[in-house]
C-alpha cells in the first residue's frame, strides 16, 4: 500500500533533552471499515477489517488485499482463531455466525442460532470451536468445527464475561441459579464440567483469571466494594473489602509475573494485592495536584507549522512544572451519571509499568513503576482519553482521544503524532500490531496503519 511521511515532536524526560527532536513517520492510505471492526491475526501475517457485509484480508505488511468474503448480513462482530486460521463474523440480527478459512476461499461455515437469537460469540482457545450466547443469556452454545456437534451450558451468568485459563485447558464461566452466584469451571478438551461452587458476592460483576491459570478473582457490584480470591478447586482464598469506601470496584487486571493484582475502585484509587499473602501492598490514588518527582507531559497547541505534512491541529507535549493541578471533571446531578473512578488497570507486557484512567480526571493517563508502584509519569491530554494499549513487545503506551492524532509514551519520552490531514482519519480506537511495529488506527468509517520507528 502508498505510505505517507509526517514529522513529529519528541519530548525526552530529563531537562537537558526537552527541546524537540523531528523524527519521521510513515502512515499507510486509508481504508474502508464499519464498527471499528478492524483486528492483526495473532501470528501478525494478516490484518483483517469489516465493511457492512464484506469481510477484507489484507497482508499485514504491505496492505495489499489478499481475498474478500461476502457475509449473509451487515458484520457486527469479527475475530481471528488463535492460530490465524480462520476468521469469525458474527451478524446478530440474522442470528447467523459465518466463518472462512484463509487458506481456502472455497471453504465456509455458517452457525444459525435460529429463533433463540444471538448475542455474542467467541473462538475457543484450540481454534475448532465456537461459544455462542443466545439473546436474554438463555444459554451458551459450544459449535464443534470438525464433528459439527453441538452442547449448551444454561444458566450463564448475564452482563459478565466468561474466561478461559491462558492454557487453554478449563473455561470459567459464572452462573446465577435462583439468585446465587456459582463458577463452574469445565474441561475444554471434553467440554464436561469438571468444578461448581457457589460464591460469596450478592451479585457477581467481573471475573478476571491468573496467568498462571490457578486463581480466580471475582468482584460484586458497585454497591458492595467486596473482591474475592478462590482456586480452581473451589477452595477460598482470601476477601478484599475496603471499609473506608461505600464505592465498590470497576475493574482488575494481574500482572504478567502473577506477582500483583491491581483493584480499581470507583472512589478514584485503586490498590495493588500481594498474591502470596493476598494484602493490600499499596493504596494508590489519583491526586488533584501532583508535585515534584513525576515526569507531567501536558499537550499544548503547537503555534510552530512545520511546513510538512501534519494534522489539521498540530499539538505537542509540554513538561509541567511543578505543583500542577489535574483537570477534574465536577459532577452535576442534573446531569446523567459519569463512569466515576478508576475504569482502566493495566501493566505493560514485561511487567515494569502499571497504567490506569480515572473517569473523574478524563483527560489523564497515569503510570505507575512496578514493584513501588510510584507515579512515574502522567499525560494530561487536551481531549478526553478514548483508548489505551500497551506495546505487546515494547514498554511503550499507546493513547487516542477520538481526534486526529497519535500518543506514544516510552521511558525515553513522549511523542504527539499527527494523521495527515490528507487521510481525513480519526484516531477513536487503537489496535496494536502483535510485533508492536504499527499500530492501526480507527474511526467510525476507515482505518489506517501507522507504523512506529524507535521512540
Not at 459478565?160 to 463458577?183: A, C, H, N, Q, W
Request: glycine letters at 6%; proline letters at 6%; hydrophobic letters at 40%.
Amino acid at each position: 500500500g502508498n505510505t505517507i511521511t509526517c514529522y513529529f515532536r519528541k519530548v525526552l524526560f530529563h531537562p537537558s533533552f526537552s527541546f524537540p527532536e523531528y523524527t519521521v513517520m510513515n502512515f499507510s492510505e486509508a481504508f474502508q471499515q464499519t464498527k471499528k471492526l478492524v483486528r492483526f491475526s495473532p501470528s501478525g501475517r494478516y490484518v483483517a477489517s469489516c465493511s457492512q457485509h464484506r469481510l477484507a484480508i489484507r497482508d499485514a505488511s504491505t496492505l495489499s488485499l489478499l481475498s474478500v468474503h461476502t457475509c449473509v448480513d451487515a458484520i457486527d462482530t469479527m475475530q481471528w482463531s488463535p492460530d490465524s486460521l480462520l476468521v469469525m463474523c458474527g451478524m446478530f440480527q440474522r442470528s447467523v455466525v459465518q466463518i472462512w478459512l484463509i487458506a481456502n476461499t472455497d471453504w465456509t461455515c455458517k452457525i444459525d442460532e435460529g429463533s433463540i437469537g444471538l448475542l455474542s460469540c467467541c473462538w475457543s482457545p484450540d481454534s475448532r470451536h465456537i461459544l455462542t450466547t443466545s439473546n436474554f443469556h438463555l444459554r451458551i452454545s459450544i459449535w464443534s468445527l470438525v464433528t459439527k456437534s453441538v452442547l449448551y451450558i444454561k444458566n450463564p451468568k448475564p452482563d459478565v464475561k466468561f474466561s478461559f485459563t491462558s492454557s487453554g485447558d478449563l473455561l470459567i464461566l459464572p452462573e446465577r441459579v435462583d439468585t446465587k452466584d456459582y463458577i463452574c469451571i469445565f474441561d475444554c478438551s471434553v467440554w464436561k464440567l469438571c468444578k461448581r461452587f457457589m460464591v460469596e458476592t450478592h451479585d457477581l460483576a467481573g471475573l478476571s483469571v491468573s496467568p498462571n491459570g490457578r486463581t480466580i478473582c471475582i468482584w460484586d457490584s458497585l454497591f458492595n466494594h467486596k473482591a474475592l480470591l478462590y482456586s480452581m478447586d473451589g477452595n477460598h482464598l482470601a476477601t478484599y473489602m475496603a471499609t473506608e469506601s461505600t464505592l465498590g470496584i470497576r475493574c482488575a487486571a494481574w500482572s504478567p509475573s502473577n506477582q500483583f493484582l491491581a483493584i480499581g475502585r470507583c472512589d478514584q484509587s485503586f490498590v495493588i494485592l500481594n498474591t502470596v499473602s493476598w494484602k493490600s501492598l499499596s493504596h494508590c490514588e489519583h491526586p488533584h495536584t501532583i508535585s515534584a518527582g513525576p515526569a507531567v507531559y501536558v499537550e499544548v497547541p503547537d503555534g510552530q507549522p512545520l511546513g510538512m505534512t501534519h494534522a489539521s491541529a498540530p499539538t505537542r507535549y509540554q513538561v509541567a512544572t511543578s505543583p500542577f493541578l489535574v483537570p477534574t471533571l465536577p459532577l452535576d446531578p442534573d446531569k446523567p451519571a459519569v463512569k466515576c473512578g478508576v475504569g482502566t488497570v493495566s501493566f505493560s507486557l514485561d511487567g515494569r509499568y502499571l497504567a490506569t484512567v480515572n473517569g473523574n480526571m478524563p483527560t489523564a493517563v497515569w503510570i505507575w513503576t512496578v514493584p513501588t508502584f510510584h507515579l512515574c509519569a502522567a499525560l494530561i491530554q487536551l481531549h478526553p482519553v478514548g483508548g489505551v494499549g500497551w506495546d505487546p513487545v515494547h514498554s511503550r503506551l499507546a493513547v487516542c482521544t477520538q481526534g486526529d492524532r497519535l500518543y506514544v509514551w516510552s521511558s525515553a519520552g513522549c511523542v504527539s503524532i499527527g494523521v495527515p490531514r490528507s487521510l481525513g482519519a480519526v484516531a477513536e480506537a487503537l489496535v496494536w500490531h502483535p510485533a508492536g511495529t504499527s499500530v492501526a488506527l480507527v474511526d467510525g468509517s476507515q482505518f489506517c496503519v501507522c507504523y512506529l520507528c524507535d521512540i
